[in-house]
């Protein structure tokens, strides 16, 4: 369908950049659904940045998704022309430290 989505990067902070089919860009926020259930795995990092795409859903490989309704529901646009100003990280999302 036309909102599927095309492209998903994980970025710092938990954030995810989307992109759907029908050209809607933005960064949706995964850090309030990481003390609920299934998300809970997606604290680890590295896990974290396994997100994929199967059948338009962002997914990773235990299962969990997110659909592309609540994706467009509750993300930051960037509008479908705008190129996203942000670094694409694959390394970890940046955590606050105990300074030493």
Same mark, same amino acid.
């Given at each position: ?19 759907? $089919? ?7 926020? #995964?850090? =309030?659904? !990481? ?5 809970? +795995? ?26 592309? $309704? ?7 646009? #960037?509008? =479908?022309? !705008? ?5 694409? +990280? ?11």
């Amino acid at each position: 369908m036309y909102w599927d989505v095309k492209t998903v990067k994980p970025l710092p902070d938990y954030r995810i950049y989307v992109e759907t $089919e029908d050209g809607q860009k933005g960064i949706f926020d #995964l850090k =309030p659904y !990481l003390d609920h259930g299934v998300f809970r +795995e997606l604290r680890d990092v590295h896990y974290f940045n396994q997100a994929g795409i199967l059948f338009g859903a962002v997914t990773w490989p235990h299962e969990q998704d997110i659909a592309p $309704e609540t994706l467009l529901a509750e993300m930051v646009p #960037l509008g =479908p022309n !705008l190129a996203p100003d942000i670094e694409f +990280e694959r390394d970890a999302p940046k955590t606050s430290r105990p300074s030493t």
